[in-house]
């Protein structure tokens, strides 16, 4: 098992780093420097490689399970890079990003639009607009008993966000709200009104594109 610091200096991705700055390594000698070492049948660079494969097939469904698939890669690292991943995505949801459109709310979302399950979201903002934060709120059938008022604005008093968008998946692809979303965002909406946080829009997101209570008129 060859680690970084036994790989030759010209194929040291922590030379490389060092010489020429992390934008100049390639993704799979980022991922050699996380999982630092290989094992006795496969060095380092080799193992990286084939999690970079891995990660380029199926990235945003990324999990412990497919990462432990990849012979030579444990729990241990693969959990380590499973937090590196869900920590940038975090960073990277709250980089300045303004929602103007539907369009930019099923970008933010698109890692949502393939799940199988139905995920509800809650996204709060501040007064111009920008992404404060962006939660799961429940997981599963959507309806009234899941999605409470409660669950849904304590957080966006926590943020003191100025408005709130809703966003749910259709696992089926289907766009068109059912009877229970549209009785969900009627009682989000009032509840909204309530405490002076505005409902910009309530999003449903799949395969085939998205659906904005807002540009239907449904707000």
Known sequence: MRKIHELDLVDTPREKLLLKGVKALKDYELLAIL????????????????????YEDDFENMSLEKLTEIHGLGKVKASQLLCAIELSKRYIVKQNIKIVEAKDIYTLLHEYKNKQQE????????????VIEKRVISIGTINQSLVHPREVFAPALSDRATSIILAHNHPSGELSPSVEDINITQRLRDSAKLLGIELLDHVI?????YFSFKDEGLL
């Open 35 to 54: 999982i630092g070492s290989g094992t006795k049948d496969k060095d380092v660079l080799k193992l990286s490689r084939e999690i970079s494969k891995v």
């Open 119 to 130: 995920y509800f979201i809650t996204i709060t903002l501040d007064g111009a607009n920008h």
């Open 205 to 209: 997101v799949s395969k085939n594109g």
